[in-house]
């Protein structure tokens, strides 16, 4: 809020974002906030990575800027350290060999005994909000007015959480990837101007992350920012 107060509204937002990711819940806040705040104008730029949670928030922007070196990543969502959907998978193939061969109970016990009551149906709803909240905002902005909007994101959806296609969620969707997933993605290399002007402002930011303690960035384009940095105890 306090790097958007001030701002002229008119102008729409060029939102950068570098981060690994973070909760559903969080992206979901922030893209509301900013929505009543811009409308639908909001292009997301990714200088370099925007995974999990950042890739969420990219598909509620109008377009994505990307360069050869940019990625997003799966959304499938990890519930206590665990991902959602591998949980399924595997409570499923559990099922599946234990009806066909009742001894495999002695093994599968030991490998279930670790989710808490209740989990199992923890992911599975952590894996539609996730589903539905993307493809919300993908049919709201980016293909908006699309007459095959509905397919579209779907499709889109359904490959960014595709947990056994993507095999890890720390995988790596590049700028070609996307476009070919009908993504709306500008390139960044198409304008050298624009191109400067991004990484110069990216590598100012990865510089303090890497040399001041500095664990995360909010901040305009007129200085108004937040700075977290790791808590280091003192020592005596």
């Known amino acids: 809020m306090m790097t958007i107060h001030q701002l002229d509204r008119s102008k729409g937002l060029d939102l950068f974002l570098h981060t690994p990711g973070g909760s559903v819940a969080a992206a979901e806040s922030l ?15 990714v200088p370099q990575i925007a995974m999990s949670a950042g ?15 940019s990625n997003l990543g799966p959304i499938d969502p990890q519930v206590n350290g665990f991902p959602a959907q591998g949980v399924l998978d595997e409570v499923k193939t ?8 009742p001894t495999r109970i002695q ?3 030991f490998i279930l005994g670790k989710y808490n009551p209740t989990f199992v149906g923890q992911c599975q709803q952590a ?15 980016m293909l908006a007015g699309d007459p095959d909007a509905d397919a579209k994101a779907q499709r889109i959806v359904e490959r960014v ?5 993507n095999k890890a969620h720390n995988r790596h969707s590049h ?6 997933l009908g993504l709306k993605v500008e390139r960044l290399e198409a304008d050298g101007e624009l191109q400067d002007l991004v990484l110069t402002v990216h590598h100012c930011f990865m510089h303090t992350l890497s040399n001041t303690g500095a664990i995360k960035i909010v901040e ?10 790791m808590h280091v105890p003192h020592q005596a």
């Open 220 to 229: 305009n384009h007129l200085g108004a920012g937040l700075i977290r940095q």
């Open 107 to 109: 093994i599968w016990q």
């Open 55 to 69: 890739t969420m928030l990219a598909c509620s922007c109008k377009s994505i800027v990307m360069g050869s070196h």
């Open 127 to 141: 894996i539609d909000w996730s589903k539905d909240f993307v493809g919300k905002q993908l049919r709201g902005n």
């Open 31 to 45: 893209v509301d906030y900013l929505r009543q705040m811009f409308g639908s104008d909001m292009r997301a730029i």
């Open 175 to 180: 700028m070609q990837d996307c476009i070919d």
């Open 94 to 101: 559990a099922h599946g060999e234990i009806v066909a061969d």
């Open 161 to 165: 959480s595709d947990y056994s296609l």
